[in-house]
């Protein structure tokens, strides 16, 4: 404020009132204004159109022609999404996919729950964000090298069986540990953990306690009050998890591929498979088929999705 | 001596017990990674068998790791560059600008972040093999990560143009700056934690892709191919002596990102 106005009310009037003028300009311009603006979007729309869109578009082209050996000929054909339809070797791995993914998805939020929990109940307030922190940390390092890790552990000449054996607890290394659907689920649980508990910490952390514990002063006991008043209140950070694990999981190559050995194949093994094999239509069919799925869980589940808290 | 817990504390102990158990689920695995580097046997498992660096004198002498290295730099390198540029150039109009469909679009665009990456590499591979007739090259490879990261950069760039003060602008424009004076030197500079951190997640998501890269890429090898092919069949102890070093780097990088976004944040804002 200057010294010759004393009164600082009719200066914060004057430019309140300048503000106004500026922004009527600014409508006034605004049209013009805002289509400049526009043209912001001009590298993207191309980028999306030639490398996105464009692709897509060919893919399903593709996905409705045929194979003559290892060429692809333009005869139109519903032949390919026949593998759909039916209990197949396509059908069986979807299912078997699926089927891992689910229970990793509930595995990981039983065990990431009652961790975001204990960071927002039972540690303190200034050591709630360093301690989140380590938790994201592993999660932003090489997802290949973080499935490797687990190789050298599960293995056959892996840490657990060469301690088993050191210890005398068995005498041949254990087959059961790597190449198969447990491992699979292990490595998937170790790789999504990070993501259950940051959407599951800010969701707990806006939850107002004192409402467990009134009802605990009216009688409720601990886990009573947990499930009718925490959990209700809770669903929509369950609910993004589930989102943010299940569906990425659906399209998981290196981890079923590295871990997985022959009896651990899923979707995307099978159409990477099939893309190796020359089968391009069969595999573009099954690819499309799964993005589909994916699009509509999306928009099924749309108001659940906040990326903004993820990063 | 009897140590008498009540419920509360026992409960308590529980959940401090449990999350150390996690933390040590997290860690073991990266640790043991790391450990396993500087071990003798050629197994990369226990026992230790003495300490050596013969794994890193291999792994710099190797030409195929130094070429894939270079690559994977080139190929992170111009991913950032033009994802950041693309996202920042769309992050304007997104957050300033009012249209219908503009929610529309904003999904759009974060769309390939959303969908599988094998998704977005089997449909390129039919684009540039089958459809364009194009041989592929680190170039396609490039093309593949920009579509990718681009959508990380916009999510970065908007939250920091939403908290944007837009009155500094016109201030600057009453002071007699043009466009051009007002962008360099009030706009940019302010959004420029943004901008960086995205530039860095993008590059840092450029340089452990894999699965894009791989449908897209030619003759040529980036570091997760290497490793990938490397590790197909069983685990080396070199791959290790890579590993704790990528990890060191991401680990770097990542802290970066976290004192760009909060340090400066907080001074400009």
Known sequence: MTLHNPTAEPEATRARALGEVVRADEEMAGTTRSNKMLLGFVPISLLLVSFFLVPLIVMVVYSFWQTEGVNVVPKWTLKNYEAFLGWTTYTRVIAKTFAISLGVTALSLLVGYPFAYFLVRHVRKSWQLPLLVLVIIPFWTSYLLRVYAWMGILGRKGLINQALMALGIVQEPLEFLLYNNFSVFVVFLYLYLPFVVITLYATLEKFDFAQVDAAMDLGARPWRAFVEITLPQTKQGIVTAFIFVFIPMLGEYIAPKLVGGTSGTTIAVMIVNLFRGFQIPQGAAVALGIALFIIAVLFALRRYIRIEEMY | ?269
């Open chain 2, 1 to 269: 001596m009897v140590i008498k817990m009540s419920g509360r504390e026992r409960t308590h102990t529980g959940f401090v017990f449990y999350g150390i158990l996690i933390y040590l689920f997290l860690y073991v695995p990266v640790i043991l990674l790391a450990a396993f580097s500087f071990n003798q046997s050629k197994a990369a498992t226990l026992p230790f068998t003495g300490l050596t660096l013969h794994w890193y004198q291999n792994l710099f002498r190797d030409y195929l790791v130094i070429d894939a290295f270079k690559n994977s730099l080139l190929v992170a390198g111009v991913t950032a560059v033009l994802a950041t540029a693309i996202g920042t150039s769309a992050a304007f109009p997104l957050v300033r600008s009012q249209f219908r469909l503009k929610e529309t679009l904003r999904v759009v665009f974060l769309l390939p972040m959303m969908l599988p990456g094998l998704l977005i590499g089997v449909a390129l591979l039919i684009f540039f093999s089958s459809l364009l007739g194009v041989s592929l090259s680190l170039w396609t490879v490039i093309a593949g990560h920009v579509v990718l990261t681009t959508p990380f950069v916009i999510l970065v760039v908007t939250a920091r143009l939403l908290d944007f003060d837009q009155r500094l602008e016109w201030a600057a424009a009453d002071l007699g700056a043009n466009p051009a004076q007002t962008f360099r030197l009030i706009t940019l500079p302010i959004i420029m934690p943004g901008v960086i951190a995205g530039a860095l997640f993008a590059f840092t998501l450029s340089l452990d892709e894999f699965v894009v890269t791989l449908f897209t890429i030619g003759s040529q090898s980036t570091l997760p191919m290497y490793i990938f092919s490397q590790v197909k069949f069983g685990v080396t102890p070199k791959v290790n002596a890579l590993a704790t070093l990528l990890l060191l780097g991401s680990i770097t990088l990542l802290f970066t990102v976290f004192a760009t976004l909060t340090g400066k944040g907080v001074k400009s804002s």
